[in-house]
């Protein structure tokens, strides 16, 4: 049983109290809405939520086919894993779900450490609204402050090199995401390097243009002494 089918009632129960900050609902029959990645964007720059696929506005279940159920699921974590439209890149896992014979597919995105942007553009959740605030420089920066102080992991180490971490956990991390599906994981054909970048794991602070390792990718992977 995974994780959506579990918790089947906290999903109706989410279902019923309706879209807000954290909620939000797509009715996908056959195919995803193009405005799906722009409410993941803003979820991730916000609190987080939970997207659910199959589902009206209203909070009425429409479902999605099941026989395009598959290609959803594919499409959608095809295009998070591309940089060139989400970056940095998410890593979700969509889980389909019976509820009063419908299938509806239940995404839950976390709050995110990173500012991420879709198509160079930058989302935020407000109500149940994803609003696309890259021209508003002065709530740009408020998010990237709002993240900086909240996630200590995002601070930059500028003299943190590859030679500075454990390649064992690199390999570990590596591993752990092949197991987590069927297909190939795109870590498996990426150096160590390529591989920190695509987690997002090598930043540049704002204010002075520095690059480095960010502290979630170098901390527990410094060598001792």
Not at 55 to 63: H, L, S, Y
Not at 109 to 127: C, K, M, T, W, Y
Not at 150 to 157: H, L, P
Request: glycine share 8%.
């Amino acid at each position: 049983m995974n994780e959506a089918e579990h918790f089947h009632p906290k999903i109706k129960a989410i279902i019923k109290q309706g879209e807000g900050v954290t909620v939000e609902f797509k009715e996908c029959n056959t195919t995803l809405n193009k405005n799906v990645y722009e409410t993941v964007c803003a979820f991730s720059n916000r609190h987080g939520g939970h997207l659910i696929l199959g589902v009206k506005d209203n909070g009425m279940i429409t479902g999605i086919s099941k026989d395009h159920c598959p290609k959803i699921i594919t499409d959608f974590v095809t295009l998070l894993n591309n940089p060139q439209k989400i970056n940095p890149p998410l890593y979700l896992s969509p889980a389909p779900v019976e509820i009063d014979g419908k299938t509806v597919i239940v995404i839950h995105v976390p709050e995110s450490p990173q500012v991420h942007s879709l198509n160079g553009r930058i989302f935020d959740r407000n109500a149940d609204g994803d609003f696309d605030i890259t021209r508003y420089t002065d709530r740009v920066a408020t998010l990237f402050l709002r993240q900086q102080k909240i996630y200590t992991e995002n601070t930059v180490y500028p003299f943190a090199t590859l030679i500075d971490l454990r390649p064992d956990i690199i390999r570990r991390a590596r591993m752990r995401a092949a197991s987590r599906q069927e297909a190939p994981h795109a870590w498996t054909l990426l150096g160590d390097e390529e591989l920190l970048r695509s987690a997002g794991r090598t930043l540049q602070e704002r204010h002075s243009d520095r690059q480095g390792g960010a502290y979630a990718g170098c901390d527990s992977a410094f060598r001792q002494g």
